[in-house]
C-alpha cells in the first residue's frame, strides 16, 4: 500500500534501511526532548477556521528572495543522501524539481555539487557550514555560485555537534563507498575505546562569529545570505541589521541542543523582532498541511521538511522524495479551503489558537 501521509513514508523507511541508518536519520541529541518538542508544539495549537469565504480555487504560489515557486514547501538541508538511496542527492534534485520545491543542497552532501547541478531542473540553494578555514569555505562558496545554486543559507547553530546517542550507541559508521564529498577530512573518527568522543566533524565550527558574515557575503555578493538555526529576537535583529537577507527559524531537528525551544514557539518572537525586513523560513516537526498553516499563519513565508525527504527518498528514490512533497502541497491545499484562505496571503495569525 503506498503510504497516505508523511508519517507513513517513516514507516517504510523504517524497515526499508538498516537500523543503524534509520537512526542516524530519525534520531536527536541526548534525550530527543526537543525533536519530540517540536511536533508538540503544532499539536498545542489548534485552528480557528472562517466559513463563507469563496475558495473554489486557491492559490499557493509566493515569491521568496526573487524565486517564484508554485508553494511554500521547500526541501531543508539534510546531510548524507546516500546512506538512505544509492543515487542520493541526485535523486532528490530530480524529486526536488519534479514536485516543484526549492531544494537546500547540503554541505554535508555525498554527491558532488556539479552531479546534483546536472541533474536538477529546479530552484536550489546552498547550505554552508563554515569548514574552519575561511580559504576552504570561499572555494565551497564559488562553487555552489559556479552550479547555479541561488542562494547561501549559513547554518549558525554548530559550534560543536550535538551529543547524539543513538548514533553513539550503534557505533554509527558510514556505509563504504559513501562520504561527505565536499568536507575536507574525515566525518566519523569512531575512537577504539570511547564511543563518549562520538563525531569529530568538520561542520563544526567553534570558531565562527558575527563578523565573518562579511567576508561569506563577499564570497557571493550577487547571492541571498540566509542564517540557519536563529530562535531568538536579539540575534534576528543583529542578523538583519548586519545586512542578512533571510532567517531560517531552526533548531536542527532537535539534533544539537536537547531542550532547545520548540521552532514554531520562538517563530512570533522572530517575526515580531524583524518585522518584514527579511524572508523568514521555518522547519522542525512539520508532517501536515495543517502545520504548515500554522507555521505560515504565523509569520514564516515557507517551511521546510528535512527527515521526511530522506525517508520519501528511502522508500522510493526520487520518486518517493516527489510523493513526500506532493502529499504536503495536497494537504496544505485542502488546509487552505477548509480554514478559509484562498490565498497565503490570507493566511493571518488569528487562525491559530
Known sequence: MDPLNLDEFEDVARVTLPAMTYDFIAGGAED??????NRAAFARRGLRNRVLVDVATRDLRTTL??????HPILLAPTALHRVAHPEGEVATARGASAAGALYT???ATSTRLEDIAAASAGPRWFQLYHLGERAASEELIRLAVKTGHRAIVLTVDVPLLGRRERDLRNGFTLPPGVEMIHAYEPAW???ADDRSRGWASPIASANLTWDDLAWIRAAAPDLPLLLKGVVRADDARQAVDRGVDGLWVSNHGGRQLDGAVATLDALAEVRAAVGDRCAIVLDGGI???TDAIKALALGADAVAIGRSQMYGLAAGGADGVQRVVELLRA??????????AAS???LTPDLVA
Not at 528572495?65 to 508554485?70: Q, Y
Open 32 to 37: 530527543e526532548r526537543t525533536v519530540a518538542a
Open 65 to 70: 528572495l526573487g524565486l517564484e515557486l508554485p
Open 105 to 107: 543542497v547540503s554541505t
Open 189 to 191: 573518527t569512531p575512537p
Open 287 to 289: 508532517r501536515r498541511g
Open 331 to 340: 494537504e496544505l491545499d485542502l488546509a487552505m479551503a477548509l480554514v478559509g
Open 344 to 346: 497565503l496571503d490570507a
